[in-house]
């Protein structure tokens, strides 16, 4: 088959989420808002555990690794929207664009494995405490770690690279503020059944599967916590997973969302409004949550906050 109008593309153009010229400025100032607080708030999160020796604990480490993909993700995207809506240029290169996708999906996919590894962190503290610092050791915390970034590596690359032959036409507008694949899959003149086919086995591989091992690690938890004989174990043992159960429900939540609004609406803006709620808003709250409800991580802001003697920096897990 022929494709008419084909051409060599070296740029694409991200339409952004309005076209409205007055809405511009409100968006500019929302969106460097919001990116001020991701980073300084996850920054924060991470000097609070680096300089608390009390917080070298697996629980903590993979929460510093969380707040740091956090402010990795969060760069990836809004940095180049907050520049095209400032240079009113709303141009960016086909290496650029390739380059924001492919990070979009390695920290996307390692921001999910982290949250994996942290419901099997509060499984084993809970249905095994006797036995947690012996099962989860430094080494073993630094390999899930490095095993998350190299399962994100591969669906990046693994999307990005299958991507890369694709050709497209004289459209090259992507009506989003970023490089999305599913956009991009959509300006090809070429075949994209394999891209089709990739997309929904990875879904169930990096994302269906993770999130059945987090169902399957908060069944027990609970099933463990309620034949608990005393009240205040119980209270305790559900404030220490609160969190984290409340950051699983808003990331996967906002992320399914954003999928039935692909499914049941047309609307390619309405789209990109709606995948705010899933790159932007779990890296803005999860600071503020893991912050506002645990104290130990309170009395190690306000310490670093109150410039009080900081201990040295290690692992100490």
Known sequence: MKFQNQT?????????????????????????????????????IILAISSDSHLHTPMYFFLSSLSFTDIC?????IPKMLVNIHTQDQRISYT????????????????NCLLVVMAYDRYVAI????????????????????????????????????????????????????CELAQIIKLACSNTFINAMLIYSAANTFFGLPLIGIIF???????????MPSVRGRYKAFSTCGSH??????????????????????????????????????QLVNPFIYSLRNKEMKTALRRLITWKPILSWGLGL
């Open 96 to 111: 650029g664009c390739f380059s924001q996708l492919c990070f979009v999906l390695v920290f996307g996919s390692l921001e």
């Open 217 to 227: 690690s908060y069944v027990k938890i609970v099933s463990c916590i309620l034949r």
């Open 245 to 282: 159960l409340f950051v699983v429900f808003f990331f996967y939540g906002t992320g399914f969302g954003v999928y039935l609004s692909s499914t049941f609406s047309n609307s390619s803006n309405k789209n990109a409004v709606a995948s705010v709620m899933y790159i932007v808003f779990p």
């Open 127 to 178: 249905y095994q405490p006797l036995r947690y610092t012996t099962i989860m050791h430094p080494r073993l915390c630094v390999l899930l770690v490095l095993l998350s970034l190299l399962m994100g590596i591969v669906h990046g690359l693994l999307h990005s690279l299958a991507a890369l032959p694709l050709s497209f036409c004289t459209n090259v507008e992507i009506p989003h503020y970023f």
């Open 73 to 77: 993700l969060s760069t990836t995207t």
């Open 8 to 44: 060599l593309v070296t740029e694409f153009l991200l339409l952004g989420l309005t076209d409205d010229p007055e809405m511009q400025p409100l968006i500019f100032n929302l969106f460097l808002l919001i990116y001020l607080l991701t980073i300084g708030g996850n920054l924060l």
